[in-house]
């Protein structure tokens, strides 16, 4: 069901926290093109060196982000594992989690205590929802290429995710969506939910994503 890249005899491993504690996990969803593997990607970068890492990626019928993030070089190429789901995509994340779960548990137990599982959903719809027994956050991505309409369309990604991220928003005076609108209609959807702004392909464009996964991380070892 999913294809891996496990080959752990060169694996770093950093042993940060005790040998029966379960790494993080965050899954990433939202609409295609909108930018999740890129998000993927960019974290990995920023994160690498802080943090022990793997990444698990689902398309239908490819494993096309899995292969982007290898030739990108995001991560050692054990760390990263496609998972073909064969089905829509939130079917994986959220109905049938087991695919999904058996990745996420062979590479923990190929490359020993990790912090951090990033759990890439393929392209869904905004209804889109990760399974809590699957993953322990959620971020949605959506972009402004659509227009400024996308946040007041609501859904259970946009308003019940636990950050959303609007990408692209360089492309905001070329396609004429008004960032305000966007930002007043995901505050009316989302209340108290956190939502960030960004363009990934600004220089430390994920630094905001990058500052919400490192709250979450510090969170955890607060809490135990």
Request: net charge negative.
């Amino acid at each position: 069901m999913h294809r891996d890249h496990v080959d752990h005899h060169d694996a770093p491993v950093r042993h940060t926290h005790g040998e029966s504690r379960r790494a993080l996990r965050i899954g990433l969803g939202g609409p295609v093109g909108s930018g999740k593997t890129a998000t993927v990607a960019a974290l990995c970068r920023v994160l690498r060196e802080e943090f022990s890492l793997a990444v698990v990626t689902n398309d239908i019928y490819t494993t096309e982000d899995a292969e982007f993030l290898l030739r990108n070089a995001v991560l050692p190429p054990e760390r990263i594992t496609a998972v073909e789901t064969g089905c829509c995509p939130h079917t994986a994340i959220r109905d049938d989690i087991s695919a999904n779960l058996e990745a996420v548990e062979e590479l923990e137990a190929a490359l020993g205590p990790l912090d951090l599982i990033l759990v890439e959903s393929g392209g869904d719809n905004l209804t889109a929802t990760f399974s809590r027994g699957l993953v322990d956050h959620q971020i949605f991505v959506i972009d402004v290429s659509g227009g400024d309409k996308i946040p007041r369309k609501g859904g259970p990604g946009i308003s019940t995710s636990d950050l959303l991220v609007v990408n692209k928003t360089d492309l905001a005076p070329l396609v004429g969506a008004d960032l305000d609108v966007m930002a007043r209609d995901a505050r009316a959807q989302r209340g108290e939910l956190p939502t960030v702004f960004c363009a990934l392909t600004a220089p430390d464009g994920v630094a905001p994503i990058a500052r919400w996964v490192r709250e979450r991380l510090a969170e955890r070892r607060t809490t135990g």
